[in-house]
């Protein structure tokens, strides 16, 4: 037969006797958790019920069996066995209870969690801004950057880009890349004739 008693703060002890063991298992529930520890103390089978008592250093639980009495310090979520008789006459006497599962079972499960909202649909990007650092110019839809007087651009240009920049032809020859001169109707390196 196993017992059970409520140490109060939400903790419990649960004694058993198995073959020529006792089991003592500490359990507690804290916000969000639950705690337990089990120890096993080789005492021998019981031949009295198990008294446990209240004292200023936490509890004592007395075991009687076959092979005389033991005794089980308690404090917090430690157990320990005692070699020496203790001092018990003003400790007070925690009533047990029988119990036939282990603590785990008589604690109320834990809440199932609730489901996750749907996360909003991300907002799509504003466009990128015009960048202007010193000489350098960037703008993007369609992609054109200068610097100084080198300048490139992918897909259509926009009103508001100068007129007057260049563009990737105007500056390098189409057939080896060397650099050109606005006003060169030749390539200095190859020879090609530029338009």
Not at 8 to 34: A, E, H, M, R, Y
Not at 85 to 110: F, G, I, K, S
Not at 163 to 182: D, I, L
Request: hydrophobic content about 30%; glycine content about 8%.
């Amino acid at each position: 037969m196993a017992y059970l008693c409520n140490l109060g703060n939400g903790q419990q002890v649960f004694v058993d006797n198995q073959d020529n063991q006792t089991i003592v298992t500490l359990s507690g529930t804290v916000p969000g958790q639950q705690q337990q520890s089990s120890s096993g103390f080789s005492t021998g089978k019981w031949t009295a019920l198990p008294i446990l008592y209240r004292n200023a250093g936490g509890f004592i639980l007395r075991i009687e069996s076959d092979r005389g009495p033991h005794y089980v310090q308690l404090q917090g979520s430690s157990m320990s066995a005692i070699g020496t008789t203790p001092n018990l006459e003003t400790a007070e006497v925690m009533p047990m209870q029988t119990a036939e599962n282990p603590p785990t079972a008589t604690m109320e499960p834990m809440k199932p969690m609730e489901p996750m909202k749907p996360m909003e649909p991300m907002k799509p990007m504003e466009p990128m801004k015009p960048m202007k650092m010193g000489d350098m110019e960037m703008r993007m839809n369609p992609m054109e950057m200068r610097m100084g007087n080198m300048g490139m651009s992918m897909g259509k240009s926009t009103p508001n880009m100068e007129e007057s920049t260049p563009s990737y032809r105007q500056n390098f020859c189409p057939q080896c890349g060397a650099p050109v001169k606005e006003n060169d109707r030749f390539c200095a390196n190859c020879g090609q004739r530029l338009s």
